[in-house]
Nanobody
Framework: QVQLVESGGGLVQAGGSLRLSCAAS?????????????TAWFRQAPGKEREFVSL????????YYADSAKGRFTISRDNAKDTVYLQMNSLKPEDTAIYYC???????????????WGQGTQVTVSS
């Protein structure tokens, strides 16, 4: 089994930055094994549905962002550390949410196609 553990959340003022990490552990397939194991970040604000934020391929060559993240967030991965990052700059109060990382065998943004999820990390942006 592979476990995903998010970290790096916290409280930040509007305009500030945070870097989230998603570390994989376990004896099963590594995050970097192949292009089929994409990793994504999703977020869920109180009272709202979980929404896609960003996606990166297994080798890190392909990335995709939600419109809300374009130009402000950067997804990356360090396969030597089995970790995926989300650098978030110019944060806004509407970015406040629990952020989750997840793994899929597909290049997709559909939550139903992600089979491994982390427990989430809280990001709070004050105005």
């Amino acid at each position: 089994q592979v476990q995903l553990v998010e970290s790096g959340g916290g409280l930040v003022q509007a305009g500030g930055s945070l870097r989230l990490s998603c570390a994989a552990s376990g004896r099963a397939i590594k995050l970097y094994a192949s292009d089929t194991y994409a990793t994504a970040w999703f977020r869920q604000a109180p009272g709202k549905e979980r929404e896609f934020v960003s996606l990166i391929s297994g080798n890190g060559l392909n990335t995709y962002y939600a419109d809300s993240a374009k130009g402000r967030f950067t997804i990356s991965r360090d396969n030597a550390k089995d970790t995926v990052y989300l650098q978030m700059n110019s944060l806004k109060p509407e970015d406040t949410a629990i952020y989750y990382c997840a793994r899929s065998r597909l290049w997709t943004i559909s939550t139903s196609e992600f089979d491994i999820w982390g427990q989430g990390t809280q990001v709070t942006v004050s105005s």
